[in-house]
């Protein structure tokens, strides 16, 4: 089993910026890829960013490409999601998430999630 600790959520003007963490911990050498998810109120989860765990391969949403940076530090197992730019529509609960399938940096598939943190963008 993984863990997964999200933190560095908290509000920020339109235009601001905000680094969000994510801490793994448990069995962590079998994670092939991490990710972050959010979820504002009455939409449902969507994907944001993803990142390879191996070769550090990214992949971004169109909604925040050019804005969002995800990034890893393997000695750390941990993640993070340097988020510039920021739009009242960037407002969410963002979620760190992990896999342990091999596909799953192509498939969007995730096994592990953490308790989430709340982003609000303020107009």
């Known amino acids: 089993q993984v863990q997964l600790v999200e933190s560095g959520g908290g509000l920020v003007q339109a235009g601001g910026s905000l680094r969000l963490s994510c801490a793994a911990s448990?069995?962590?050498?079998?994670?092939?890829?991490m990710a972050w998810f959010r979820q504002a109120p009455g939409k449902e989860r969507e994907f944001a960013a993803a990142?390879?765990?191996?070769?550090?391969?990214?992949d971004y949403a169109d909604s925040v490409k050019g804005r969002f940076t995800i990034s890893r530090d393997n000695a750390k197992n941990t993640m993070y999601l340097q988020m510039n730019s920021l739009k009242p529509e960037d407002t969410a609960v963002y979620y760190c998430?992990?896999?342990?399938?091999?596909?799953?940096?192509?498939?969007?598939?995730?096994?592990?999630w953490g308790q989430g943190t709340q982003v609000t963008v303020s107009s």
């Open positions: 998430a992990a896999s342990a399938r091999v596909m799953a940096f192509v498939s969007r598939r995730y096994d592990y």
């Open positions: 990142i390879s765990w191996n070769d550090g391969s990214t």
């Open positions: 448990g069995r962590t050498f079998s994670m092939y890829a």
